[in-house]
Every structure is written in C-alpha cells, then in structure tokens.
C-alpha cells in the first residue's frame, strides 16, 4: 500500500524567503503524485502533478516539485513567499488501480510573515 | 463554470437523524469519490463510483452510503449518524479517460458536526 509523509505540520517563512514543503512517498510500484493547495474555508485546488514524463514539474502560481525516485521524494518550492500562499498544501499519491483513491499526507500549514 | 457543488456547507445535527449531503458535477465526469478530512490525518476516501450505478468502498466506508443515479449527482447518506462522524466532508470527480493521472476536482466541502 502506498504512503505519504509530510515533514512539518507548520512552516513559517518571510515574504521574499524560499518556500520549501517536504513530502515522501512509499509505494511498491511507480507512483503518480500530486501536491494540492486549500485556502481557507475552500476546497482543494490542485498545484501540480507528477505524470512520470518530466521529474521537475512547473505548476501553478510559482510552485514547482521535483521527483526524486532515488530518495522518494516530492518536494514542493517557491522561490519567493508571497503572502496569498498562506494555506495549507497537501501532497497526495495514487497508484495505477481502478479505485483511484488519492492516498494523502496530513497536510502542512504554510505561514507567510510580512 | 466547471465546478463541483455540495449541499449544505454546514450542517449540524444529532446522533441518529439520518441525513443526506449532495454533491453535483456540470463537467460530465465518470468517477466520482466522497473524502473526511480531519486533522492530522489528511483526507481518507469514503466511498468512490466509476460511473452510474458503480460504486464501491474506500479506506473508511462504515456508517456511510451512496447512490449513483445519475452521472452528475452522486450523494453521501448518514443513516444514524454519530458523534465520530464530526468531519469536513469532499466530494471529488474525474474524467475516466484511462489515465491514473486525471485531475480530481474537489467541492468546497461540508463541516459536519454530529451532538
């Protein structure tokens, strides 16, 4: 079964500052992963997603993650915080099987300070 | 607008009257799932159809139904519920397309609270 670890419940950074969002995955066959955003009150939108064509994957609003088979990583970044990325991001994988079911982590609470 | 709608956003109610959230798609999307989210545990997949009158359990089915009548509906129904079901519910669809790669659009999401 596959799985997936957030490192970091909470990350606070300044507006300017990188913003790295840990996530590893566990999966026995090749996984597709994705990173999700939620603002408050709102659903999940999705950011990106890995489709096994490219390993450093450009997603919306400055986000890009790199796939990095070797350590089973997907981590999320951005070269500069802005203040509207204050959310929480959580980073889902799904394996090839009709359920489709998106196995996610616990989420991290981005916080941006002026 | 392409969207996935869920009613009500709020609800709050007591053990044991049962109660229906519904969950509508307009992009005529064959795969739809129903998600909880509670803290620190994401969000776990409930119950999940590939199409009408196909659905099948998720990760965390019990105390939960569905029914897939129609392609764009596809709503969650708590017999009896109780207090554990306190959660805030998603409803998601897809394309079946073939690909385990189609995007999976979420509703807003329902905060359920059960006295």
């Known amino acids: 079964a596959q799985s997936v670890t957030q490192l970091g419940s909470h990350v606070s950074v300044s507006e300017g500052a990188l913003v790295l969002l840990r996530c590893n995955y566990s999966?026995?066959?090749?996984?597709?992963l994705f990173w999700y955003v939620q603002y408050p009150n709102q659903g999940l939108q999705l950011l990106l997603k890995y489709t096994s064509a490219a390993t450093l994957v450009k997603g919306i609003n400055g986000f890009e993650a790199e796939f990095k088979k070797s350590e089973t990583s997907f981590h999320l970044t951005k070269p500069s915080a802005h203040m509207s990325d204050a959310a929480e991001y959580f980073c889902a994988v799904r394996v090839d099987t009709g359920r489709r079911a998106l196995t996610f982590g616990s989420g991290t609470r981005l916080q941006v300070q002026p | 607008e392409a969207q996935v709608t869920q009613n009500p956003r709020y609800l709050i109610t007591v053990t044991g009257k049962k109660l229906t959230v519904t969950c509508s798609q307009n992009?005529?999307?064959?795969?739809m799932s129903w998600y909880r989210q509670d803290p620190g545990l994401g969000l776990r997949q409930i119950y999940y159809?590939?199409?009408?009158?196909?659905?099948d359990k998720g990760d965390v089915p019990e105390g939960y139904k569905v029914s897939r009548k129609e392609k764009r509906n596809f709503p969650l129904i708590l017999e009896s519920p109780s207090p554990n079901q306190t959660s805030l519910y998603f409803c998601?669809?897809?394309?079946?397309?073939?690909?385990?790669?189609?995007?999976?659009?979420f509703g807003p999401g329902t905060r359920l609270t059960v006295l």
């Open positions: 999966s026995s066959v090749p996984p597709y």
């Open positions: 159809s590939m199409n009408v009158e196909v659905t």
């Open positions: 992009m005529n999307h064959e795969y």
């Open positions: 998601a669809s897809s394309s079946s397309g073939g690909t385990s790669t189609d995007t999976q659009y």
